[in-house]
Each structure stands twice: as C-alpha cells, then as structure tokens.
C-alpha cells in the first residue's frame, strides 16, 4: 500500500483540519493537559478568522480550533527552520489571546492560547529535546506562573522512540509524523492498534487528482526554498562579517545574519513567483514575509 507524508501542507490539513476526532486525539496527546483539561469536543475556526491587525504581519495557521472550555489551540507544521518563526507563532497566539474581549469587557473572560507547532528541522543545536514549552513565569520560581499563552515546539528529526510506557499517544503520533512517507513499505503494528492512527493512516493513501496535483507543488517548493536558503544564508552572512570587521565582529556577524535572512527570503520569494505555480499566501507561509512585502516583489 502506498502512502503520502502526512506533513505536506495539504495532507496536515485533511487530517486534522476536518476530522475531530483527530485532531482531539492529537492534542491531548501532545499538551500536557490531564483530568479534566482534556479536550472534549472542539470547534473549528478558519484559519482566516485570526484578527486582522492592520500594518502588521499576516497570519498562516495549519489548524485553528477552539473547545468547550474556550480555550483556542493554534497548530502549525513547518518544514524548515526560519530565524522568523518564534515571533509568528508568538504574534499569532498573542493576537487570539487579546481579541477573546472587548474594550470595557473583564478580563478574566480571557481563555488560554496554546501554540503547538511541529518543525521538520532543528532550531536548538545545544540540546538534544526535542520537546520545547514556552511559559510566561518567574525564572527563580518557574511554579510562579501568568496563565494566557504557552507556546510548545516538536523538533520531529530529533525525535527517537524509546518506550511507550509515558505518554503512549504522543509517542504513536510522533511516529506516525515522522515514519510515514511515500518510501514506507511495513508499517509499526502499535500505529495499526490506535484507531485513530489507523484512521490517518487511511486518510494518507488517497489524494484526487487536484490534492496531488498541490501536493506535488509543495514538495517542489519546500525544496526550492531549501536549496536557495543554503546559499543565500552563506552570502548574508559573508557579507555581514566583512562589514563586521569595519564596526566590530559580533554586530557583524549579527547585522550579515539579519540581513542574510531577509535577503534569502526576498529571493526565495522571488524565485517562486517566477515559477507561476504558487500563490502570493503560499509563497509568504514558505518564505515567512508579509503579503504586502510579496506583492511588491
């Protein structure tokens, strides 16, 4: 039997953008929520629902949903690391978590905000987790804690299953991210037993016409993006240690990373538009610009 990655763009979303039962099973797998902060039931919202706040940053979320209790889960894939991504998570949880109440409204009707986000890459090179939570809390007594946002990053290639004795659930999805793909031929029996792995497992083998048709452009693309990200980090940074060298070597070698960043994606950007076989939305989730700095382009 064949299948297809379950972490292309539009696979992620026919799993856990249209099935609930998934999409509960996976985020109570993955938060740490017991007893009775389990989700229940949920309710999808359009990823075109985040509030728009004029001039700033437009808003890409794979999965955007809310529960019974109110609390909104923000879900994202992202198949690269981007020096950028942090603060769109974080401006994109921050922006459901202000909205939730009107100006004059009291504000303990605001409800938690949690951002999962699974990273096809690794970010933090000085650990070997591949789990990463992010609270606000006071550092000498990180008990001490202000509830609203909590951000929470997978980085799927450090992920080695060990044991199923914690947290079983989390482990099957984490394999089921990272094990299945179009070169899976014996699939892990455990994936078969959980009906809601085996559920998304079946979901995996079937694409029309049209979804592999966008399927294949993703892949097309997230290589692109790759292939030019390596060379156009080098150049930034190149260039941003030679004027380091002028001004003083760390804020060179920082200015050459910023603006090797930015440069990189101006480039990807532009590359992908000359291929014609992206959208503008597209091209700013791939590239993490702004719509306004794609159309300009």
């Not at 902060?37 to 809310?66: A, F, H, R």
């Not at 001004?247 to 603006?259: S, T, V």
Request: glycine share 6%.
């Amino acid at each position: 039997m064949k299948y297809y990655d379950p972490r292309a763009d539009i696979l992620f979303k026919k799993i856990f953008g249209r099935n609930e039962d998934l999409t509960i099973s996976f985020l109570n797998a993955m938060l740490p929520l017991e007893g009775d902060g389990l989700v229940k039931t949920i309710k999808y919202l359009q990823p075109e629902m985040l509030p728009v706040i004029p001039d700033l940053k437009d808003s890409i979320v794979d999965v955007l949903c809310v529960d019974v209790k109110g609390r909104t889960f923000v879900v994202e894939m992202q198949m690269f690391w981007t020096s950028y991504f942090k603060q769109r998570i974080l401006f994109n949880a921050a922006k459901m978590y202000v909205t939730q109440i009107e100006r004059g409204e009291n504000y303990d009707a605001l409800m938690p905000v949690y951002g999962l986000n699974l990273v096809n890459d690794i970010f933090d090179v000085t650990s070997e987790d591949y789990y990463h939570r992010y609270t606000m809390c006071e550092p000498s007594n990180p008990e001490k804690m202000i509830d609203g946002i909590e951000l929470f990053f997978f980085e799927l290639p450090k992920f080695k299953p060990k044991t199923f004795s914690q947290k079983k659930m989390q482990v099957l999805w984490l394999k089921f991210l990272t094990e299945i793909n179009e070169k899976t031929v014996d699939v892990d029996p455990e994936l078969l037993k959980s009906p809601e792995i085996s559920k998304a497992l079946d979901i995996c083998t079937y694409l029309t016409q049209e979804e592999l048709l966008g399927y294949d452009r993703y892949w097309d693309a997230i290589s692109t993006a790759k292939t030019l990200a390596s060379g156009k980090y080098k150049d930034g940074l190149d260039a941003g240690l030679a004027k380091g060298r002028e001004e003083g070597r760390a804020e060179g070698e920082k200015l050459g990373i910023e603006k090797g960043e930015k440069q990189k994606a101006i480039e990807m950007a532009r590359k992908l538009k000359l291929k014609g076989t992206m959208s503008d939305e597209e091209i700013a989730e791939i590239t993490d610009l702004t719509l306004d700095e794609i159309q300009k382009i």
